[in-house]
C-alpha cells in the first residue's frame, strides 16, 4: 500500500468558487488542492486530485487506485452521489476505503439529495463542514480510522 490518496472530484465541481457560494462557499477547488497538499505533507501522504465532469471516468479512476495500491480515495462524486449505481457498484468492487466527502450537508437539502449511493459502499462520510469537509476526511485517513 502506498501514501497516496486519490481525491476524486465529480461535476460542476471545477465551478468552485463561482457555483453558488451561498451553498459551497468560495474556496476554488484548486485551493481546495493547495490546501490538502499541505496537509497531506504534514501526515506523511500524498494526494492525487482529479475532477471530471463523467461519470465513467470517475469509475476508471476509482479502478486505478485500487490497481495502484492507493491508501484511500476520498470522493466528492457532486450530483452523481444520488444517481450512479455504476459508482456504488465500482466502491464495492475494490478493496480500499472510500470516503464520501461533500461541502454542503445533501440532509439539509432538497429530499432527492438525501440519497446516497456512494454512502451505500463508503467507509465514512464527511460532509457540511465547507472545503474543510476535505482536510477532515484526509485526516481520518492518516489516522486509521478508515
Same mark, same amino acid.
Given at each position: 500500500?502506498?501514501?497516496?490518496?486519490?481525491?476524486? /472530484?465529480?461535476?460542476?465541481?471545477?465551478? !468552485?468558487?463561482?457555483?453558488?457560494?451561498?451553498?459551497?462557499?468560495?474556496?476554488?477547488?484548486?485551493?481546495?488542492?493547495?490546501?490538502?497538499?499541505?496537509?497531506?505533507?504534514? !501526515?506523511? !501522504?500524498?494526494?492525487?486530485?482529479?475532477?471530471? /465532469?463523467?461519470?465513467?471516468?470517475?469509475?476508471?479512476?476509482?479502478?486505478?487506485?485500487?490497481?495502484?495500491?492507493?491508501?484511500?480515495?476520498?470522493? /466528492?462524486?457532486?450530483?452523481?452521489?444520488?444517481?450512479?449505481?455504476?459508482?456504488?457498484?465500482? @466502491?464495492?468492487? @475494490?478493496?480500499?476505503?472510500? @470516503?464520501?466527502?461533500?461541502?454542503?450537508?445533501?440532509?439539509?437539502?432538497?429530499?432527492?439529495?438525501?440519497?446516497?449511493?456512494?454512502?451505500?459502499?463508503?467507509?465514512?462520510?464527511?460532509?457540511?463542514?465547507?472545503?474543510?469537509?476535505?482536510? !477532515?476526511?484526509?485526516?481520518?485517513?492518516?489516522?486509521?480510522?478508515?
Amino acid at each position: 500500500m502506498s501514501n497516496t490518496v486519490y481525491v476524486l /472530484n465529480g461535476p460542476n465541481l471545477n465551478l !468552485l468558487g463561482l457555483r453558488e457560494p451561498e451553498i459551497y462557499g468560495s474556496t476554488t477547488l484548486d485551493e481546495i488542492a493547495g490546501m490538502l497538499e499541505d496537509r497531506a505533507r504534514q !501526515l506523511g !501522504l500524498t494526494i492525487d486530485m482529479r475532477q471530471t /465532469n463523467h461519470e465513467g471516468m470517475l469509475v476508471d479512476w476509482l479502478h486505478e487506485a485500487q490497481a495502484e495500491g492507493a491508501r484511500a480515495v476520498l470522493l /466528492n462524486a457532486a450530483a452523481y452521489t444520488h444517481t450512479s449505481i455504476a459508482l456504488l457498484d465500482a @466502491i464495492k468492487a @475494490i478493496t480500499i476505503p472510500v @470516503i464520501e466527502v461533500h461541502l454542503s450537508d445533501p440532509k439539509a437539502r432538497e429530499e432527492f439529495r438525501h440519497l446516497s449511493y456512494v454512502a451505500m459502499a463508503a467507509a465514512k462520510t464527511v460532509e457540511g463542514h465547507g472545503a474543510d469537509s476535505y482536510r !477532515l476526511a484526509l485526516e481520518a485517513v492518516a489516522s486509521g480510522e478508515v
